[in-house]
C-alpha cells in the first residue's frame, strides 16, 4: 500500500505544486496533519524564519480571521487552487487540525494572546464550524458545544491500524511560557495532559487490539524531545508547543507502543524534515518506534537542503538520523514486512514548475525499532 502524509500550507509562503507531485504520484489515501489554512494575514510584506523579508507570492483575501465569514472565505481561497483540487481528486484524504485552523498554538480554551476563554471559545466554534464544512468529515465529527471529535481510527486490512490523534483540544497550556525554552520544571509535571485522559484510555485500549501489522500515530506536533540548540547554550532548549514541553504524557504513550517493533508516528508542524528513532526516558532509554516528520507545503518559503545549527542539532540528538529543510511530501510504501518512507521535495515554491525529487528514503523493518536512511 502507498499512501502520502502533507500538510503546513500557508497560502502567502508560495504556491502548491507539491500537491500536483503528489496527486502524479498515485497514493490510495492522504494523511493530511493539519494547518491546511493560515489565519493571520502577512502579505505584502512576508519575513522569513531569519527575520528577512521573502519573497512576496500570493495574497489572502480578507483580514485576520475572527469569525465564521472570515473562517470561510479563508477555506474557499485556499480551494480555488488547481494543485490542491488535483490532491484531493486523486485519493481520499484522512484529516486532523493543528493550530492555524484556529490560532497559533492554541490549547483547549486558551489562545497566544491571552484573550477571555468565553471570547476564544466563540472563535474557536467558528473555526471548527468552517473546518466541518470543508473538510471529508464523518457526522460523528460535526461541531457541538464541547468542541468536535476529530480523534479517530482507520483499519486498512490487516496492514495499518492508524490512529489519527488531537493534540489541541484537551491539552494543558504550553509550560514555561511556550515558545523555544530553555529547560524548565513545568516540562516535567505529571500532571501535564497532550491528549487528556479520555483519548489517552481511547489509545490505549486501541493498541491492545493489535489489528494490523503496523500501527501508526497520525498526529500534528514532534514527538522526538529535540533538544533545539544550535550555539553554546548552557541548558537544553525545546519547543514547548511539541511533546518536547510534555514528558509525562510522552512517556506514556511510549511505553504503550514498547515491544512490538511496528509503530510509526507521522508528524508535521516544524516545517522541515526530520526522521528519527523514539526512546523512552527523555530519548536515553529503549528504542520503541521510528518518527518521520514531514516538511510543508509552503510554510517557511522555499527552504534550503541544510538550516543553520542543523549539526549541532545532530550531535546532540543521537535519536535523530535525518534532517532536510525543503518543502513537499511524505510518501509511504508499505509491505508486511517493510515500511519505506520517501522524503518528496521541491526546489522552489515562491515560482511556479517546481522540480520534485526524493531527498532521502528512509526504511524500517518489521519487529525493529529502527531507521535506516539512504
Known sequence: MRFAVAGCQNYEDGLYTAYRHLAADDPAFV???????????????????????????????????????DYRRRYAQYKTDSDLQAAHAAAAWFVTFDDHEVENNWVGEIDQEKDPREV?????????????????????????AAGMQIYRRATIGNLLDLHLLDTRQFRT????????????ADWADPAAQMMGRTQEAWLATALKQKKARWNALAQQVMMMPLDRRTGDEPAPIRNMDSWGGYDAPRERVLKMVEGPGNMVVLTGDEHQNYAGVLRTEGGQGDAVAVEFVGTSITSGGDGADRRIGENRIRARNPFLAWTNDRRGYLLCDLTTDQWKTDFRTVDTVTRPDGVIKTSGTATVEHGRAAVTMT
Open 120 to 144: 476564544f471559545a466563540l472563535r474557536r466554534a467558528a473555526a471548527f464550524q468552517a473546518y466541518y464544512e470543508h473538510m471529508p468529515l464523518r457526522r460523528s465529527a460535526f461541531p457541538g
Open 173 to 184: 497550556d504550553q509550560p514555561c511560557d511556550d515558545g523555544f525554552r530553555p529547560r524548565c
Open 31 to 69: 494523511f493530511h496533519y493539519g494547518d491546511y489554512i493560515y489565519e493571520g494575514r502577512s502579505a505584502p510584506m512576508p519575513v522569513g524564519y531569519d527575520g528577512k523579508p521573502r519573497r512576496f507570492v500570493r495574497e489572502h483575501a480578507g483580514q485576520k480571521l475572527f469569525d465564521l465569514a
